[in-house]
């Protein structure tokens, strides 16, 4: 029986790390792919401001799991499946972006790459910042280039991992205690969603993201 959603469900820590998608039936995944498919179609056709300003809020509304009953249990590496990142990403931001800014600022310090600019985040950021960025990322993917965006979500994405692998590794050194572990299970998330979000980028970019 389907679940109805009278107010947006609370996302953990826990259930971040617990989305991994499934075993697709056929039925679900023809679904999942053509109700992405025509998503995208639709707003590439009428990219009226009040329609993205619903997408990107959706989750708002209706909780995560609305999101994730249609794309979580699609192949990572397809439409659903970067969309649903893409959305998960902001999601776990605006569930803590206090410690999500926290977590990106220490990624961020000690990076010698160019993610932090393809992040696009200010430097140094506030949380109110952060989570403006969630929702620019998440707009990208429907209005703007898609790959980009993708690509913007997966350096945010290795960024925050090396920042929460840094803290646990503080944490290891100096207490010891279950925080460090949850924060490197945390860092290993992200980092995941960083490699599929890359992915299909280029897959994207090859026109051959389905």
Request: charged share 25%.
């Amino acid at each position: 029986m389907p679940r109805e959603f009278h107010r947006p469900t609370q996302f953990t820590n826990q259930e971040f790390e617990a989305y991994q998608g499934g075993d697709d039936p056929a039925l679900l995944n023809r679904v999942a792919h053509e109700s992405a498919a025509a998503l995208v179609a639709r707003v590439k056709h009428d990219p009226a401001p009040e329609i993205l300003d619903r997408l990107v809020t959706f989750t708002d509304a209706h909780g995560i799991d609305t999101v994730a009953e249609l794309w979580a249990r699609a192949s990572p590496h397809t439409l659903p499946g970067a969309l649903w990142r893409i959305y998960l990403v902001r999601a776990a931001i605006r569930a803590n972006p206090a410690e999500t800014t926290l977590l990106f600022e220490r990624g961020s310090d000690a990076s010698r790459t160019i993610d932090p600019v393809v992040a696009g985040a200010p430097d140094p950021a506030s949380p109110d910042e952060i989570l403006a960025l969630a929702d620019l990322i998440l707009r990208g993917a429907f209005e703007g280039d898609f790959s980009l965006a993708l690509d913007r979500g997966a350096a945010f994405c290795r960024l925050t991992a090396d920042g929460a692998a840094s803290v646990a590794d503080d944490l290891d050194e100096h207490a010891g205690d279950a925080r460090g572990s949850e924060l490197t299970r945390r860092a290993l998330r992200w980092s995941e969603l960083a490699v599929d979000l890359t992915a299909c980028a280029a897959l994207w970019r090859d026109g051959s993201l389905d």
